[in-house]
């Protein structure tokens, strides 16, 4: 027996854009961490005691201490390098995601059809 949700949800945004909100709330947490230890910094903490409330190490504690005192808080927002580029096209990526839906439609049609 399953249980049914009383109050179902309701979809005001897609879930690209839920998942794109996610992400960039997620860069403002980063930033607000890095706000707090540089916080305990102005009241007088040391790099040592301020790690240890934010729970960083304290090479990690230096680094946004010697950005926040170059850029401010420009200084404290994550800087992502994007990983590797890709060794396939976008095209070649297309191609293959449908050979591959196509042979799971196909294995999975297999299997349906063994079962008889």
Same mark, same amino acid.
């Given at each position: ?7 179902? &949800?309701?979809?005001? &945004? ?5 998942? =794109?909100?996610?992400?960039? $709330? ?8 890095? $706000?707090?230890? &540089?916080?305990? #910094? @102005? ?9 240890? $409330?934010?729970?960083?190490?304290? #090479?990690?504690?230096?680094?946004? =201490?010697?950005?926040? +005192?170059?850029?401010? &808080?420009?200084?404290?927002?994550? #800087? @992502? ?31 349906? +059809? +063994? #079962?008889?």
């Amino acid at each position: 027996m399953t249980n049914q949700e009383q109050i179902p &949800i309701e979809r005001k &945004i897609t879930q690209k854009e839920l998942t =794109q909100k996610i992400k960039d $709330l997620e860069k403002e947490l980063k930033v607000l961490e890095r $706000l707090k230890f &540089i916080n305990y #910094r @102005y009241q007088g903490k040391s790099v040592d005691e301020a790690v240890a $409330l934010i729970g960083v190490t304290k #090479r990690v504690g230096y680094i946004w =201490q010697e950005r926040w +005192n170059k850029e401010g &808080i420009e200084g404290l927002k994550p #800087r @992502y390098k994007g990983g590797k580029q890709s060794k396939i096209s976008s095209e070649q990526l297309e191609e293959l995601k449908k050979y591959l839906i196509k042979q799971y439609n196909k294995h999975k049609r297999n299997k349906t +059809n +063994n #079962r008889r």
